[in-house]
């Protein structure tokens, strides 16, 4: 049997029909190769914002269902127009949207999760040689409603079908070369990584490195496919290889420093000390499909015998989370609501800082010698993270990449004494 290979092609890479071209050739040299194919694709360029902004021209707040409808369209014209070119250099095509093929989803809008793919219609298809290119971004429910699975979802809709068709690989196509040990924007001597690890890449997706929706490497890891992030205009460099992180040598502690720019802060003040008010406050989130980040309860103080409950969210969850705690407010006893949105989380990723110390206090003193005020730590067993002034961020984040040596190909041991800033 021939191996699958799935290609996910992302917006820059389809923005206009010459590119369209080239992804097209990129497609064919790997059918080529000898191997079955099946192409997922993203909206052209910025269609997806520009659909956005139609609709919030038309109403603050359009409802999630006419959304999904509406942003679901971006990548039906590019699995169109895809298909074509591919035609067009003689080779069998096929399009398929997600109701089409059967990419399943739960019954939420706007970011809802993939629980099934059927695959029979897919692989018919590659058994007749046909190459499969299918919309990314976009389910469909077990009553036919269109759903989308929330910004970047079609690094997702590429694994879960890599992993529903038992793909060989799945290769991510960006603009480009590969995951970076930081965003070569803020640092340009960051260094492209040959390897990453899920584990690494998941904590680096999540900290705000915006290379790879979190959710694609989710499933990557749950079904061990391995993934390729990759240009598709330089097919020269492999890129960088995601693989679980038993396949790895962990010679260095850090892999790479992020910081995530749309986070606010809130702080509930003055709870009142006593089971329950964690619960109710974060359930009440839950319920309106809020995702919290970072958590901290302070210690009670004796006299009044409250806490403060400060968390963070994502900065478009602000309005509804608001409007959560406007109701909650009086219900659960807290004084006061404080709001900060000129934060950033700055966060070191690595699955090497197991077991070595003084990873967490270096990161400390590094913000401390350039007097960045931390305001909130979390850690993982492989990420920490701080928030720090917005500000601060890009100050931050350099002299991080420095000091855990990520500027070198030649990554060093940084077991003995990590270098002064
Ligand atoms: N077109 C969608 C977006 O811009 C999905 C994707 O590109 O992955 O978010
Ligand atoms: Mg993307």
Do not use: W
Not at 254 to 259: H, I, L, S
């Amino acid at each position: 049997m021939k191996k699958i290979i799935v290609q996910k092609f992302g917006g820059t890479s389809v923005a206009d029909t010459e590119k369209i071209k080239n992804v097209a050739k990129v497609v064919i040299r790997e059918k080529e190769n000898g191997n079955d194919v099946v192409v997922v694709v993203s909206a052209m360029g910025h269609t997806t914002d520009h659909l956005v902004k139609m609709a919030k021209s038309l109403t603050p707040n359009p409802s999630s269902r006419e959304m999904d409808m509406l942003l679901s369209t971006g990548e039906c014209v590019s699995i169109a127009l895809l298909t074509m070119a591919i035609q067009a250099q003689g080779y069998d095509a096929i399009s398929f949207n997600a109701m089409q093929v059967g990419i399943m989803t739960e019954n939420i809008h706007s970011k809802a999760r993939i629980v099934d793919i059927r695959t029979e219609k897919l692989r018919k298809n590659l058994e007749e040689g046909k190459i499969i290119v299918v919309a990314g971004f976009q389910g469909v429910t077990e009553d036919g409603e269109i759903t989308t699975l929330g910004r970047g979802g079609s690094d997702t809709s590429a694994v879960a079908l890599a992993a529903a068709l038992n793909a060989e690989r799945c290769d991510i196509y960006t603009d480009v070369e590969g995951v970076y040990t930081t965003d070569p924007r803020v640092v340009p001597n960051a260094s492209k990584l040959d390897e990453v690890s899920y584990e690494e890449m998941l904590e680096l997706a999540h900290a705000g490195a915006n290379v790879l929706h979190p959710r694609s490497v989710e499933t990557a890891k749950q079904f061990a496919v391995p993934m390729r992030v990759r240009s598709s205009f330089n097919l020269d460099d492999m890129g960088t290889l995601i693989v679980g992180v038993e396949k790895m040598e962990l010679y260095r502690p850090v892999a790479g420093v992020a910081a995530d720019l749309s986070q606010a802060r809130i702080v509930v003040c003055d709870v009142p000390d006593k089971p329950g008010v964690a619960a109710g406050l974060f359930s009440a989130m839950a319920n309106e499909n809020i995702s919290v980040d970072m958590i901290i309860q302070s210690y009670a103080r004796k006299i009044s015998n409250t806490n403060d409950i400060a968390f963070t969210i994502d900065t478009a969850d602000l309005p509804k989370t608001l409007s959560v705690l406007d109701k909650l407010k009086d219900v659960i006893g807290a004084s006061d609501i404080k709001v900060d949105d000129e934060i950033a989380k700055v966060s070191i990723v690595g699955a090497g800082m197991i077991d070595r110390p003084g990873i967490a206090s270096t990161m400390f003193e590094t913000l401390a010698t350039l007097n960045i005020n931390i305001k909130m730590i979390s850690t993982s067993e492989i990420k920490i993270s701080c928030l720090v002034d917005k500000s601060d961020a890009q100050k931050a984040v350099k002299a991080l990449h420095t000091v855990f040596n990520l500027e070198s190909d030649v990554i060093a041991d940084v077991k003995g004494d990590l270098p002064d800033v």
